[in-house]
């Protein structure tokens, strides 16, 4: 078993007796998923449908605790306090008391005091669990957060702050559709009629890929070109593998016609990751 603590997570708790109904209204996912299987991943978006924050959902008792990127938990509790109005909901930044711990590895849920949960974007990833800074540690010997990225590479699950920004990506772009992070059952959120609209088109263009090189990656934010074209950007890097945003047609008009894809000056392979459900789109679909 590995595990590290995910220092660059951090944890809110919502709660109060209209917290699902509150959440339900607001996120991509399905809150009743969260209250039948413990856990959830989804995002709140703008209106426009574009993703202003990201995080995984866990029930805790008669509330919600969110596991989200640490560098935007301030905003994110504004948003929602923002939202709240007069709903009989209470929202808590318990960062500085609580702290996201990572397990991969294993065959069952960790023996850890806290709140663990199977990570709900993919099987592969393991178990989270958000537990009390100064309760006990987990046994073993923990691993860095460079370790658990090249775990989460080598699944292929893209993270924000890495691999996209806020407020640029809608869902789609980044993969939500096949990591159990929207919801097209259950009604309106903010959003909705946008990433709705996608869904039912197929006009998501850009997506996350994996990307593969025969040396080191260059650094995360690099440009993917194919000749003198832009195609995307490189994201989260472990060593010689990594993951990529790019524009699939773009993508897949350069490999038809052997042109070489570059980040910096590593030649890149790119591949779909075996759990998504897009391909890529024929030679002839490029637009400008």
Same mark, same amino acid.
């Given at each position: %078993?590995?595990?590290?603590?995910?220092?660059?997570?951090?944890?809110?708790?919502? =709660?109060?007796?209209?917290?699902?109904?509150? $959440?339900?209204?607001?996120?991509?996912?399905? %809150?009743?998923?969260?209250?039948? @299987?413990? /856990?959830?991943?989804?995002?709140?978006?703008?209106?426009?449908? &574009?993703?202003?924050?990201?995080?995984?959902?866990?029930?805790?008792?008669?509330?919600?605790?969110?596991?989200?990127? &640490?560098?935007?938990?301030?905003? $994110?509790?504004?948003?929602?306090?923002?939202?709240k109005l007069r709903a009989k909901v209470e929202v808590a930044n318990l960062s500085d008391s609580h702290m996201v711990v990572a397990f991969w590895g294993v065959d069952g849920a960790p023996d850890v005091v806290g709140t663990v949960f199977s990570d709900p974007r993919?099987?592969?990833?393991?178990?989270?669990?958000?537990?009390?800074?100064?309760?006990?540690?987990p046994n073993g010997d923990a691993a860095d957060i460079d370790a658990y990225t090249a775990h989460r590479v080598a699944v292929g699950v893209p993270e924000a702050g890495v691999d996209f920004d806020y407020g640029e990506v809608f869902p789609h772009d980044v993969d %939500?559709?096949?990591?159990?992070?929207?919801?097209?059952?259950?009604?309106?959120?903010?959003?909705?009629? *946008?990433? =709705?609209? %996608?869904?039912?088109?197929?006009?998501?263009?850009?997506? *996350?890929?994996? #990307?593969?090189?025969?040396?080191?990656?260059?650094?995360?934010?690099?440009?993917?070109?194919?000749?003198? &074209?832009?195609?995307?950007?490189?994201?989260?890097?472990?060593?010689? @593998?990594?993951?990529?945003?790019?524009?699939?047609?773009? #993508? &897949?008009?350069?490999?038809? #016609?052997?042109?070489? $894809?570059?980040?910096?000056?590593?030649?890149?392979?790119?591949?779909?990751?075996?759990?998504?459900?897009?391909?890529?789109?024929?030679?002839?679909?490029?637009? /400008?």
């Open positions: %078993m590995a595990f590290c603590e995910l220092s660059n997570r951090a944890v809110v708790r919502i =709660s109060g007796e209209e917290a699902h109904h509150f $959440l339900q209204g607001l996120v991509t996912n399905d %809150m009743g998923v969260v209250d039948a @299987d413990g /856990a959830g991943f989804g995002a709140l978006l703008t209106p426009q449908g &574009k993703i202003l924050f990201d995080f995984l959902i866990a029930r805790d008792g008669d509330g919600y605790l969110f596991d989200t990127p &640490k560098a935007t938990v301030a905003d $994110l509790v504004k948003r929602l306090t923002f939202y993919h099987s592969g990833l393991g178990y989270r669990a958000i537990v009390e800074r100064d309760g006990s540690a %939500m559709d096949f990591l159990s992070g929207l919801s097209f059952a259950k009604g309106c959120f903010v959003g909705q009629e *946008v990433v =709705s609209r %996608m869904q039912h088109r197929g006009t998501a263009r850009r997506r *996350v890929v994996r #990307a593969r090189a025969e040396a080191a990656l260059p650094a995360p934010g690099t440009a993917i070109t194919a000749g003198e &074209k832009a195609i995307g950007s490189l994201g989260s890097v472990a060593g010689n @593998d990594g993951l990529a945003l790019v524009r699939l047609d773009r #993508a &897949k008009s350069a490999m038809d #016609a052997g042109t070489p $894809l570059l980040a910096g000056t590593a030649e890149l392979t790119l591949a779909i990751p075996d759990w998504a459900g897009f391909s890529w789109p024929g030679a002839d679909a490029e637009s /400008a």
